[in-house]
């Protein structure tokens, strides 16, 4: 499996980025996807995660109501979209994902993961 991040940059706090995962190599609705972050030399920390079929989502409680999971089965992509971003939101962001058996669970821990994109940068300033 090969995670391919990208939409990172520089953004003026209270912007909007959207960041972009293409995903190769198995069956993507067959997986599912998360988004984690991890600033300076803090742990990865989880960020959102969305089910096979789309259907069930969740989200670490910073982001809540700001960031918004999606996922295009047709296209092998998982995106997120980021509103209103704020100073801390500030870190390289990576997308993961893991083969899943149930359609509709969604998975937090990054401990339960099995593939990792490369990272991309996300700075927001002030």
């Known amino acids: 499996v090969q995670l391919q991040a990208s939409g990172g940059g520089l953004v003026q706090a209270g912007g909007s980025l959207r960041l972009s995962c293409a995903f190769s190599g198995r069956i993507f609705s067959s997986n599912a996807m998360g988004w984690f972050r991890q600033a300076g030399g803090g742990e990865r920390e989880f960020v959102a995660a969305i089910s096979r079929s789309g259907g069930t989502t969740d989200y670490a409680d910073s982001v809540k109501g700001r960031f918004t999971i999606s996922r295009d089965n047709a296209k092998d992509t998982v995106y997120l979209q980021m509103n209103s971003l704020k100073l801390e939101d500030t870190a390289v962001y990576y997308c993961?994902?893991?083969?899943?058996?149930?359609?509709?669970?969604?998975?937090?821990?990054?401990?339960?993961?099995?593939?990792w994109g490369q990272g991309t940068q996300v700075t927001v300033s002030s």
């Open positions: 993961a994902a893991r083969g899943s058996l149930s359609s509709e669970s969604a998975y937090g821990s990054r401990q339960l993961y099995s593939y």
